[in-house]
């Protein structure tokens, strides 16, 4: 029986910051979604994914579980076992997932239906705010140059006048966090203006070392960076760049060689592949207007293309 008497609770008023992107905020979606997925039911999403594995690499023809039937059975439960804190209003919401399409992002979910969720599973409501960890995600990732000059000051703590002084040097220590002692360059050494890039990425090196740190010797300890977070040095990366491009003297080629490294699977296993696939393609549409801008004022480099002739993987 639903609970009629339960008042709303003024502390669910939410403002959830808009992205432009429409194609970010269907990944916004699903990314939510997923996390709900992966903390309500996650035997059944491993099932789903061991199911498909197997479907792919064997030829099997196995049914796959349906995640939404089940997390709406998972809701079911909950509503009941927590009526006592829900409103008419709010069980009613919990019961119609079923008609949701959150797994394909075309469904943008209601700050009600957020705050169910939030009620259920605590926590899963920054993940669509700001993004896994609680790290401003998806406004960095919509290029808000606001949010990308505040997350980098509250990381990093640069001087007052580094927005017009000392940008570079703010440029090389992400560079310096992301890429080891041992194969680290000076972003203005890097040939990206001349040469294609054909050798494997010093970022993906980095990031195998530090994933295999427990197999290195002593001696060997250089070869792993010095992040004091991947996940945080990724999002100032990102930030940096959007900064860089809104500058005539950004470091712009230097940032899209940084990100590209993370492309090749830093960014999917710190925080997942279809935001790596996002995040590449950001990058390949600002390379080309680069590209473009550049040959107008008769500027002869190699294009985009050229510059990664060995594509975007290891």
Known sequence: ?????????????????????????????????????????????????????????????????????????????QVEKNLHLLTLEESEVAQRLARSRYDEGKTTPTELTISVFELLLPGSAAVY????????????????????????????????PWWNECFGEVVQEVFDSLIAPAYRVDMDAIPTLSAPQRDTHPVWLSFINSRYAATLDENEADKVPQAFTLDDSVLLAIALANLAAAREDGPQLQLEWLLVGLCWGVIAQHINEPIQ??????????????????????????????????????
């Open 129 to 160: 705010d700001q993004g896994p960890g609680e790290l401003p995600l998806w406004r960095v990732l919509d290029g808000d140059l606001e949010a990308c000059r505040t997350y980098v000051e509250d990381m990093l703590s640069p001087p007052p």
């Open 277 to 314: 696939e996002y995040v590449l393609k950001s990058v390949e549409k600002r390379g080309k207007a680069m590209d473009a801008a550049l040959r107008k004022m008769g500027v002869r480099m190699p294009a985009f293309e050229e510059r990664w002739p060995g594509g975007f993987a290891p």
């Open 1 to 77: 029986m639903k609970n009629e008497n339960a008042a709303p609770r003024q502390s669910r008023a939410r403002s959830t910051p808009a992205v432009k992107d429409r194609e970010l905020q269907k990944l916004r979606v699903q990314t939510w979604y997923r996390h709900l997925l992966e903390r309500a039911i996650e035997n059944e999403v491993d099932r789903r994914a061991d199911r498909a594995a197997l479907n792919e690499y064997f030829g099997a023809d196995g049914d796959l579980p349906n995640l939404n039937a089940t997390m709406q059975k998972w809701l079911e439960a």
